[in-house]
């Protein structure tokens, strides 16, 4: 018997516990253990059932995802969960924490499964750009019926027990002792093999119709959701092994598209972000309940309504009486909106008002442990508000700026007590989007980072630490980003043309309706203050010439397209067209036909040559880092894996070739990273400069 899994006898039962720290991941011992513990169960005539539990803090979380892309070892996990289906005698899965993947479908093979009411289900496998690939796909739906399987596999989501119940995969749900209850159960639980269940077919047509049309729709350019389908397909039409099969052969091609490679990559760099060298669980923790958020506009209203959803005490502050009523009512309209869609009862929406008060009085923030500022990005203002800051704040208070690219230490020079000072960079709407940049400043107190690290996870954030530098990770990479996107619009790309092939790419939107949503005249501002000589002029000038015709954006019901009133729809305008051409004419370009792969490879590649060269400069702690920001931040497909993780798909001797070829057309817009150089000559990758550095 290995040690990770022990049985021990209770009476005419098998107890099998699972004990494989920290998520009782099915590795190859694990596999191994549940079939000599089978062999156990069969080979003992004074047995006469099994019950199957977990030690430490949850069930089975699926198969060992670090072993994936390795020989894979026998026994295989469908096996494993075969052989219990198929012993003659029941076993009974004790499910605390969360069954994931093939956690479950190990459950699924058992007979029964009895859990507690906190427990958690799930095949979250598409999110790995894989199918579940051990039975789930053929045995969800004998239990669960083919809607909610669907509904299961497609989203990846945890499914409550209570819910999970309803779906008649979870048998009983225990408040009382898990492994008592299981025994009760495994002795009078009869021999019933999930796979011998057949398939309801009522409604299945549909259900998997609206399957396939929400995977067009919301899973777009995904691999695995199709492949899922089909498997599900195949439980209708096919016997249960001949299903298996399919589902087999599907897995594998689920496993061999570079997609589930870059989500495997983004699983793991989603859990490298907190790890920050310097700061372990040992750095102490300064106290923070009550959060101060200066400003009550869009971007203050939201860092508001985040601290309250997690659970936390905000006092917000506005200049005048009108703006905080307007913030408040905006706050008050956003929960509204979310209870009517069912994400939160009308006692959610009144729990976290009365977390938020609204000020009008500095004085007020003098109790607040963490402050966060929300004003005018503008130097001179953001010192005005830190200097009061000093003087009111409690000793001991977290002064932090929500600032997008101005430099945290001059702004924490403004106070007396910089070690205090950090930047807390939300995206917006902040109550919604994940991402939030922890930029350190030089004087940055260790326990002020890691405060600020924990405060992340707290509120339900993914947080990243930065260095300081203009724009820090994810806004400094954007700038080579939209000048070539707006250079190619320019040398003969329309406008609809750019964002189609980003789309298409996987970007959540095309980065000219992104500058048509953000409003165009912001940009316009920062190219008027930075003065010509300081970018490619060729690549904004049709747009200054927009913002000066009045077309700065969705805001003004025009911008590079068109929109009609209450729509949020970029239709593409010849006006806009003749703008373009007559800039083209001026810059002297002749324009050409450019391919979406052109415009996606040039997009892209400035951003891996600007990201390179923050890693270089340590401002980025690791490559995927810069990937985590890219998804969470900025509409990045994770099943790209992120910049970074694309350049490493393709090569970064290609890479390397491509910068070289762009930075001899245009070598001011081109300086190719040296860190990019030196890795593609080592044949190494971003991937492996993260490893070496993890272990230094
Ligand atoms: C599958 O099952 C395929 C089958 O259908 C077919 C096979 C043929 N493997 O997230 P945490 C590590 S695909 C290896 O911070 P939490 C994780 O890296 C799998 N390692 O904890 C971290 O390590 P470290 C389907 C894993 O409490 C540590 O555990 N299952 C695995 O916030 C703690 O993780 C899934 O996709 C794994 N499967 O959340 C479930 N899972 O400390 C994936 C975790 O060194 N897992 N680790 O950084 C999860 O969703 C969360 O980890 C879980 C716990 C909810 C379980």
Partial sequence: MTQAVSTSRDGDLLIIMVN???????????RQGLMEAADTLEADDGLKAGVLICAGRTFMAGADIREFGKPPQAPHLPEVVTRYERLAK?????????ALGGGLEVALGCHARVAV???????????????PGAGGTQRLPRLAGVANALDAMLSGRHVAALEAAKWGVIDQITEDDLLEASKTLARTAPLRPTGDIPVDKAGADDAIAAAKSNAAKRMRGQFAPTQIIKCVEAALDLPLEDGLKTERALFQDCMANP???????????????????????????????????????????????????????????????????????????NYDASAAKGRMTADDVEDRMERIT???????????????????????????????????????????????????????????????????????????????????GKATAPDVLATSIDLAKRISKIGVVSGNCHGFIGNRMLRGYGREANLMVVEGAAPQDVDAALTSFGMAMGPLAVGDLAGLDIGYMTRQSVGRANYDTRAYDWVDELVEAGRKGQKTGKGIYLYEPGNRRPIPDPEVDAIIERAAETAQITRRSIGADEIVERCMLALVNEGAQILDEGIALRASDIDV????????????????????????????DRLKDLAGKTPQNWAVSPLIESLAKAGSSFAAYDAEKAKA
């Fill in 358 to 440: 609204g000020t009008l009085d500095y004085a007020d923030l003098s109790a607040c442990d963490l402050i966060i500022e929300a004003v005018f990005e503008r130097m001179d203002v953001k010192k005005e508000v830190f200097g009061k800051l000093d003087k009111v704040a409690r000793a001991g208070a977290i002064l932090a700026s929500n600032t997008s690219y101005l430099d945290i230490d001059d702004i924490a020079a403004s106070t007396s007590r910089p070690s205090d000072v950090i930047g807390l960079h939300f995206f917006s709407p902040a109550n919604v989007m994940r991402l939030l940049e922890i930029v350190r």
């Fill in 20 to 30: 494989n720290p920290p998520v009782n991941a099915l590795s190859h011992a694990v």
């Fill in 117 to 131: 009411a906190s427990a958690k289900i799930g095949l979250p496998e598409v999110k790995l750009g894989l199918l």
């Fill in 259 to 333: 997609q589930s490679a870059a989500l495997r990559h983004y699983f793991f760099a989603e859990r490298q972000v907190a790890r920050v060298p310097g700061i372990s669980k040992d750095t102490p923790r300064r106290d923070v309940t009550r959060v101060g958020v200066i400003g009550a506009g869009t971007m203050g209203g939201g860092i508001a309504m985040a601290c309250a959803n997690g659970g936390l005490k905000v006092m917000l502050l506005e200049m005048n009486a009108d703006a905080l009523d307007k913030g408040l009512a905006t706050i008050r309209k």
């Fill in 629 to 656: 920001v890219y998804v969470n931040g900025y509409g990045f497909p994770a099943h790209q894996g992120g910049p970074m993780h694309w350049a490493d798909a393709k090569g970064l001797d290609w890479v390397l």
């Fill in 90 to 98: 029941p076993v009974v899965a004790a499910i605390h924490g969360t």
